[in-house]
């Protein structure tokens, strides 16, 4: 007999990633290679930059587009609905810069999470894959890579809160 959960994915979010379009080799690197450019290119008013670097444009090509919606209740608190579309962090470039400096690495924005269409947070990954989210109650670490982070996002499993040590 076959193991059925074949997936890299626990079945809940396999299945909310495969009913908002993806699958297994998705691959959309024209999207993610206009989406670099267009961060390359936004400058803030002060002169900041967003950093890109392979490990976005990767996770960019692979869900870029996706918006993801729990199929139930959260483990720990409320799933959250993700928006896989770095632009929405475009205005971001200070405030991913100022937490990369803090976590000694460079972070671009990866999407947003959102509830009844209004934005709730901004996702962000850093050079090494790790991913964080960072909404109007703080910064947060949601995983060691996408996966790990959509996977506690899609089930509502409690983020680390990132502190600042005296």
Do not use: C
């Amino acid at each position: 007999m076959t193991d059925l959960n074949t997936t890299r994915f626990p079945v809940n979010v396999d299945a909310a990633l495969r009913e908002a379009g993806w699958q297994p080799g998705r691959w959309d690197i024209k999207l993610a290679e206009e989406w670099a450019d267009a961060l390359r290119a936004h400058v803030s008013p002060g002169g900041h930059r967003h950093a890109v670097f392979p490990a976005i444009v990767e996770a960019w090509a692979e869900f870029g587009g996706l918006r993801i919606t729990a199929p139930g209740h959260g483990r720990q608190i409320a799933p959250a609905t993700v928006r896989v579309d770095p632009l929405a962090g475009l205005h971001l470039a200070r405030t991913l810069g100022d937490l990369g400096r803090a976590l000694d690495t460079e972070l671009a924005p990866l999407g947003e999470e959102v509830e009844g269409g209004e934005q709730r947070g901004v996702l962000a990954m850093d050079t090494e894959g790790r991913v964080y989210g960072i909404d109007h109650t703080g910064d947060w670490y949601l995983g060691a890579d996408v996966d790990t982070a959509l996977g506690a996002l899609i089930t509502g499993t409690q983020p680390t809160r990132l502190v600042a040590e005296p």
